[in-house]
Every structure is written in structure tokens, then in C-alpha cells.
């Protein structure tokens, strides 16, 4: 089928590069400039395993090209858009047969989603050449929106005096950063929220069935539904993260090992193991927002939402707790270096969106502190941006900074070198901000381990 993927994302991008590894031709249209020449050249804007190499592929097999000039096209046809903006005249798809909208829904100061982006890329749909368009929203939205992008497609149409013949549907994604690839290719679920009667005949429907694994529960449901359960099964996985780190503080307190209580819980079939790994708290481009934004949606309609509110506080008090905790323990920040190992929010993944470190190097330079960061996955000047000092090793970190905090469950760090450690670091705290070691080992070393 020829597809378009509107917003190359995180979301956005791996769909696309799987759809054209798939056999299907599909154009990723992304507005940053930056990120587009990139792309073109066949490199990816951030780093997900496996995602370059098969963007690579996907690129030679001329199934797969990159374009900005959706959002120009207003009167022109997509094929006649197409024509214009690929060099390659031997690869034009033709006319689109669905458009899939993968831009960010970020939050706003009043605590729901922003849609200026999602609602630019419809507007940039309203072609009066080709009115029967199947746009499918991946981006995730709160309970309603589809049906307002229903309406501002009709109301555009109406505009152009043509009705709009298309169908709008609602397929959440639930990949996870770091398993991107094979989360695509092998989803635990696919959910569709739109008109069940037509969906199997309907081309999303014989797209969907081409690409999932028969094993794979395929679920149509309506559009809230759909919009709701996506946002729900966040906020549940955000709440298990804030449960055993609140149970974290407990055990610490009556000096209980905290993987072991998890692994006591987890062992219970009725709960599960995932997601119940005490430490610094919840980050991401999407945690974050959509808790947030579920418990103020929940509250503008009148439901209760102390749990949402209180699976919220937890995470700041994680990550406002660890650092005050190590910081304690080190003294005055004042001319003197902390030194981060891993940045990223976890490991697997360069996103830094809502990373716990953030909250660490606030307090400890705002105390006149300097911070020195090392994350295997991140490139320095990336990180440089955020105005710290950056290095290309976990020991030149060591080696020059006062205090060490390890904030990602990378491999290095989980199967750090401690005797290295010891010969080249000159401190003696270690803060473990996901409960990776064992204080028994470190006290031996002589190190003081804070989680
Ligand atoms: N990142 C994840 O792990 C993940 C997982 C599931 C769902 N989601 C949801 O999917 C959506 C996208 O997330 P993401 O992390 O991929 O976002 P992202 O911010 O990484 O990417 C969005 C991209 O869309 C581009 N864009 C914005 N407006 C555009 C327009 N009008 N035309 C073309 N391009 C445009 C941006 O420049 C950006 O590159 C969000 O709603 C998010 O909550 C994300």
C-alpha cells in the first residue's frame, strides 16, 4: 500500500522504516529541517537499536522517502506533491492510500495535550483532489480528540465546498524506546478505535491484517475506548513504578532488600515481575505527560483521581528524594564535581525527555556545584547542549569528579569494573539511582552506597 507517516518520531519514524521494510512504499514527512537531512542521508535523529540499519535498507529499496512539503500543498494533489518533491521520478508513490498522524502531543501549562501539531497536520490534509482519505491517529490523545479531528477535517472540506468521504480512525501505539523495532513488527496488541462494521473491508483493515503476526490480538472498539485505554495503560505502568518505589522507602527503612521484595511480588502470576524495579522514578516523552494529563482530564470531568495524583507525587518525590539523599550525604555541592553515569531517562535509549538526572543536575549546580556526564548511548554534544561537561567514558568521568551518581541500568553500569572504580574515582559515594549493587560489596570497598 502507499502510506504516509506524518511526524518521524520516535512513533512516527520506526513505523515507517518497518511498513517500507514490510513491501509497503511509504513517505515519512517531517517538518525540522535538521531532522529531514538526516533522514535523506540515511541517519537517524536518535538512536533506537537496529533502526538505522533498516532505515538504511529501506532507503536503498526505494520503498521508503522523506518530504516536508506536506504542509504546502494546500490545492495541490498528493501525487502531483509527490511528483514535485522526490528528485527520484522513478519512485513517486502515487496517490496515498492512508495517512498516519505520528506527531508529538506534548503538554501544555494547563495540563492537557498541546494539538497545535497534530491539528497543523490535519489541516495539511484538506486536498480537495482526493476527499476519501483514511488518516489513522498514532499520535496519543485524550478521550474526544479524534472526534474533534473528525470535524475539522468536515469543517475544511466544507470550506473548499467538497465533503469529506474519508473515515478517521484511532490506532494508539504501545512501543517501548530501546525495543522499538521488534514492539512494531511483533506488538503485544494492536488497537483500532473506529466503525467495526467497515474496518476489515476497509483498506487500514487489509493493511493491519497484512502486517500483524496472526497471533497478535487485533481489538476494534470505539474511539474513546481506544483513546482511553491507551492513556490507561500508561498511567498502570507508571503506577506500578511509583508503588515499589514507595515500598522502596519502606524497606529501606526496616533495611528489607527492595529487588527482593519485587521479586516476591512479581513472582505472583496475578501480578507479574514487569515494571516493578525500584529507583529514581518514571521519565520519558511519555510517562510523564500522559499521567498528567489523564488525571486533569479525569478531574475537568468530575472523576476522582487520587490515584493518578498520588502515582504523580511519588515520581517527583523519587526523584527529588535520590538526589536530596545523595547530596545530603556529600556535603556542600560548592566547587565541587558530580559525576552522572548515564543521562538517558533509561537505559536502551538517547531520550533524555523528563530524565531523573535532570533533577540532580539542577539541585547540585544550583548549589554551585559542576556536573561531568557520561551515557554510552548519548553524543556529547547532545549532551553538551544541556550545559554540562561531557566524556567519552565512564572513567574519565571518575576519574575527575568528587561524587558519582549511576542513573541508567545500561550493561556498563550494571557490570561495572569496581575495582577500577576504586583505583581511579577519589570519592567515596556512590549514589545507585536504579538498585543496581550490592552495599555489601561496595562497603567492602570502602564506598558509601546511597539509593
Ligand atoms: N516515544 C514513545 O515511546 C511513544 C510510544 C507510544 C506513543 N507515543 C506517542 O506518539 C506521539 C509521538 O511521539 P514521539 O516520541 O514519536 O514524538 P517526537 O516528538 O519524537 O516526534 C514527533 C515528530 O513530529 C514532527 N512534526 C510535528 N509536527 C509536524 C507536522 N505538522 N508535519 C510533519 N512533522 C511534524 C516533529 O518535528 C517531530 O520530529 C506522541 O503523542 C507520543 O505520546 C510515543
Same mark, same amino acid.
Given at each position: 500500500?502507499?502510506?504516509? !507517516? $506524518? @511526524?518521524? @518520531?520516535? *512513533? @512516527?519514524?520506526? #513505523?515507517? *522504516?518497518?511498513w517500507a521494510r514490510a513491501g509497503h512504499k511509504v513517505i515519512g514527512v517531517e517538518s525540522n529541517e535538521e531532522k529531514l537531512s538526516l533522514l535523506k542521508a540515511g541517519k537517524t535523529p536518535f538512536f533506537e537499536p537496529g533502526l538505522e540499519t533498516e532505515l538504511k535498507l529501506a532507503l536503498e529499496s526505494q520503498a521508503l522517502h522523506f518530504s516536508k512539503e506536506f504542509l504546502t500543498m494546500e490545492l495541490m494533489s498528493i501525487e502531483s506533491l509527490v511528483t514535485n518533491s522526490l528528485s527520484n521520478k522513478s519512485a513517486i508513490l502515487g496517490a496515498v492510500d492512508l495517512f498516519f498522524l505520528c506527531v508529538g502531543t506534548p503538554i501544555l501549562p494547563n495540563g492537557l495535550f498541546d494539538l497545535t501539531d497534530l491539528f497543523e497536520a490535519v489541516d495539511s490534509l484538506v486536498v480537495p483532489e482526493n476527499s476519501s482519505l483514511s488518516i489513522i491517529i498514532? #499520535?496519543? =490523545?485524550?478521550? @474526544?480528540?479524534?472526534? +474533534? =479531528?473528525? /470535524?475539522?477535517l468536515k469543517d475544511g472540506f466544507e470550506k473548499l465546498g467538497k465533503v469529506f468521504k474519508g473515515s478517521v480512525w484511532f490506532a494508539p501505539e504501545f512501543l517501548s524506546e530501546g525495543t522499538a523495532m521488534s514492539d512494531t513488527i511483533n506488538p503485544s496488541r494492536v488497537i483500532i478505535g473506529g466503525n467495526s462494521e467497515v474496518f476489515k473491508e476497509s483498506k487500514l483493515g487489509q493493511f493491519i491484517l497484512s502486517v500483524t503476526p496472526a497471533s497478535t490480538p487485533i481489538v476494534i472498539t470505539d474511539w474513546a475506548s481506544a483513546e482511553l485505554g491507551k492513556l490507561a495503560s500508561n498511567a498502570m505502568l507508571a503506577s506500578r513504578i511509583s508503588f515499589i518505589n514507595e515500598i522502596g522507602q519502606v524497606a529501606d527503612t526496616v533495611g528489607a532488600d527492595i529487588n527482593l521484595v519485587a521479586k516476591i511480588i512479581g513472582l505472583d502470576p496475578r501480578i507479574g515481575s514487569k515494571f516493578l524495579k525500584a529507583g529514581v522514578g518514571f521519565g520519558g516523552g511519555c510517562f510523564p505527560k500522559d499521567t498528567t494529563a489523564l488525571k486533569n482530564f479525569g478531574a475537568m470531568h468530575g472523576a476522582s483521581t487520587d490515584l493518578l495524583t498520588a502515582v504523580i507525587s511519588t515520581n517527583e518525590k523519587a526523584k527529588l528524594g535520590f538526589s536530596e539523599r545523595v547530596i545530603k550525604r556529600f556535603g556542600e555541592p560548592h566547587g565541587k564535581t558530580l559525576g552522572i553515569l548515564g543521562m538517558a531517562y533509561k537505559e536502551g535509549t538517547d531520550d533524555i525527555r523528563n530524565s531523573p538526572s535532570l533533577k540532580i543536575i539542577e539541585l547540585f549546580t544550583q548549589a554551585g556545584g559542576k556536573v561531568v556526564v557520561y551515557d554510552p548511548l548519548i553524543a556529547r554534544d547532545k549532551l553538551e547542549r544541556l550545559g *554540562?561537561?561531557?566524556?567519552? #567514558?565512564?572513567?574519565? !568521568? /571518575? +576519574?575527575? *569528579?568528587?561524587? $558519582?551518581?549511576?542513573?541508567? /541500568?545500561?550493561?556498563?553500569? =550494571?557490570n561495572l569494573d569496581w575495582q577500577k572504580m576504586r583505583a581511579i574515582y577519589s570519592g567515596t559515594i556512590i549514589g545507585d539511582g536504579r538498585r543496581l549493587y550490592s552495599k555489601k560489596i561496595l562497603t567492602k570497598l570502602g564506598l558509601n552506597l546511597i539509593t
Open positions: 500500500m502507499k502510506i504516509a !507517516v $506524518i @511526524g518521524m @518520531g520516535y *512513533v @512516527g519514524l520506526v #513505523s515507517a *522504516v518497518s498514532k #499520535s496519543t =490523545v485524550l478521550p @474526544g480528540t479524534t472526534a +474533534q =479531528v473528525e /470535524a475539522r *554540562v561537561e561531557a566524556k567519552a #567514558s565512564w572513567e574519565e !568521568v /571518575a +576519574q575527575m *569528579v568528587d561524587l $558519582i551518581t549511576i542513573l541508567t /541500568a545500561d550493561p556498563q553500569f =550494571v
